[in-house]
């Protein structure tokens, strides 16, 4: 069966960096768009980033780009989310989830398959 199963997030201050890791497992990596979707302490979700982990294309939300950087590695089937510049509005927990097809599908749960347990990140001084 599906899995992914992230890590890497913890506390981290004001401007600094965190990357996460999605290990993924049970399908075949590389050929389907994965994203990286957060939810802050007051339930509101946003979609942060996703790849085509075929193709390597890329897309972000608009506070996110410029900041954080997606990338795969397909021999390794893992998926990262770099953060840099992190303010307590990053404050969430982060969530991989798998798409259920090779199409992007922004902000749309209904066609995501899959989805991990989530990392929290929590950006505190």
């Known amino acids: 069966q599906v899995q992914l199963v992230e890590s890497g997030g913890g506390v981290v201050q004001p401007g600094g960096s965190l990357r996460l890791s999605c290990a993924a497992s049970?399908?075949?990596?590389?050929?389907?768009?994965m994203y990286w979707v957060r939810r802050t302490p007051g339930k509101r979700q946003e979609y942060v980033s996703a790849?085509?982990?075929?193709?390597?294309?890329?897309y972000y939300g608009d506070s996110f780009s410029g900041r954080f950087t997606i990338s795969r590695d397909n021999t390794k089937n893992i998926l990262y989310l770099q953060m840099t510049g992190l303010s307590s509005e990053d404050t969430a927990t982060y969530f991989c989830?798998?798409?259920?097809?090779?199409?992007?599908?922004?902000?749309?749960?209904?066609?995501?398959?899959?989805w991990g347990q989530g990392t929290q990140v929590t950006v505190s001084s």
């Open positions: 790849i085509n982990t075929r193709t390597g294309t890329t």
């Open positions: 989830a798998k798409g259920r097809d090779a199409y992007l599908n922004w902000d749309r749960d209904s066609e995501i398959d899959s």
């Open positions: 049970g399908f075949a990596f590389g050929r389907n768009w």
